[in-house]
């Protein structure tokens, strides 16, 4: 029996044949496709500006630079999220801390980010993290950045084709900028790659310089003039960070099927609610006036509700051939953190829902049969 893997990437004829068109151009990189892609996705998104780079570990560092931040500066972030979302902060010398999670919708939660602000804290940016997909609620963050002067870099790596409230995620409406990841397992992929959105031009111009070393062939940029058309000037310390054009031509071509994606996912999303309505199992709340792109599908075991512990429900899942997983190991219990003097008790919230946190498969190609044979093993791991 094959496993049934968490998430799965769905690649058509139609992806590959524009992967090949590029591999017969003469641009493999640095070619006209990039900006093609970064236009579909401001599109998509309704944002002005688009940035595409090799993965969003290095769109959420890009995005930190982009902002100014540096030592002696503090970046918050969510305990429940991939690490790359706090690692961004240490690659600009600037220090951490983290926000603790809502227990229904996982994501930061407002209510503590204020008090922390209230208590005298003061982040120079804030990283709210899209779990699963679902949109923080934004409004309230946006307002908060507004009264306390901070930057909001949305993690939404989770969340491309989702909606919050009137925007689709990645517009930009609360925020100042907003990552994508494009790793197989997310919602669309280009192998691996991420995307950045702003509204900001300053923001786009700075990000756009640092995405290629800090180099600039732009008169206008440069400290004195041009000593001829072969001139450039490094006028900043930059990376680089680009995604190439046989990646841009996948994301292209799979931008177009986000929507069929996600709608996919709901609909997928909904059945295992449905199921999982008689069981002794939590899931996601889902916030008002929000539509989860559903990247992930995680459920909680809670031994007092099931009489069975998270690792062994796991473990029989597996037995099963169902691919789970655990979205996350809370960051701060990581022992690069932990050095930094953070402990377990600290985000109480974030902390209980990992100890029962299960992630089910939930991807596009994922049929109904597999899905009916997931509810099934996740019944019978019950004891139900
Ligand atoms: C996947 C992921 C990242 C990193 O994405 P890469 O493209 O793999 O670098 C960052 N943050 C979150 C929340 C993620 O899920």
């Not at 990646?247 to 994606?261: E, I, M």
């Not at 909904?270 to 899931?283: D, K, S």
């Not at 029962?356 to 991807?363: C, G, H, N």
Request: glycine share 8%; hydrophobic share 40%; net charge negative.
């Amino acid at each position: 029996m094959s496993v049934i893997p968490y998430g799965r990437q769905d690649i058509d004829d139609t992806d590959i044949a524009a992967v090949v068109e590029i591999l017969r151009s003469d641009w493999l990189t640095q070619g006209p496709t990039i900006a093609r892609f970064e236009q579909a996705m401001a599109d998509l998104c309704g944002a002005r500006y688009a940035v595409a780079v090799s993965n969003a570990t290095v769109a959420l560092h890009l995005a930190c630079r982009a902002v100014g931040l540096g030592s002696g500066d503090t970046l918050w972030t969510s305990p429940n999220t991939f690490v790359a979302s706090a690692n961004c902060a240490l690659y600009c010398g600037a220090g951490v801390d983290f926000v603790d999670i809502d227990p229904g919708t996982l994501n930061m939660d407002p209510g503590a980010l204020e008090q922390k602000l209230q208590q005298g804290g003061k982040p120079k940016v804030v990283i709210p993290v899209h779990f699963a997909g679902q949109s923080c609620e934004m409004e309230q963050i946006g307002a908060l950045a507004a009264e306390h002067e901070f930057y909001v870099i949305e993690d939404a790596s989770h969340a491309i084709g989702g909606r919050y409230r009137d925007s689709a995620v990645g517009a930009c409406a609360h925020s100042d900028i907003t990552v994508f990841s494009f790793h197989p397992v997310k919602i669309m992929t280009t192998a691996e790659g991420g995307l950045l959105l702003t509204n900001n031009e300053d923001l786009y111009k700075k990000l756009m310089l640092l995405r290629t070393h800090g180099i600039t062939r732009n008169p206008e940029e440069m400290t004195k003039s041009s000593e001829g058309s072969w001139y450039y000037q490094m006028v900043d310390i930059g990376y680089n960070y680009r995604l190439t054009d046989i990646q841009a031509a996948l994301g292209l071509s799979q931008a177009a099927r986000v929507p069929a994606f996600v709608a996919r996912r709901q609909e997928l999303a909904a059945r295992y609610r449905q199921a999982f309505a008689t069981m002794p199992i939590g899931v996601q709340r889902e916030s008002e006036g929000v539509l989860s792109a559903y990247h992930l599908f995680p459920i909680r075991i809670d031994p007092d509700r099931t009489g069975i512990d998270r690792k062994a429900v796991f473990e029989r899942l597996k037995a099963a051939g169902i691919g789970v997983n655990v979205h996350y190991i809370p960051v701060h219990l990581q022992p690069v953190y932990e050095r930094l003097g953070f402990a377990r008790g600290q985000f109480p919230n974030a902390e209980r829902y990992y100890d029962e946190a299960i992630t089910l498969p939930l991807y596009y190609g994922l049929t109904e049969d597999q899905q009916d044979y997931i509810i099934d093993a996740v019944r019978q791991a019950l004891n139900l």
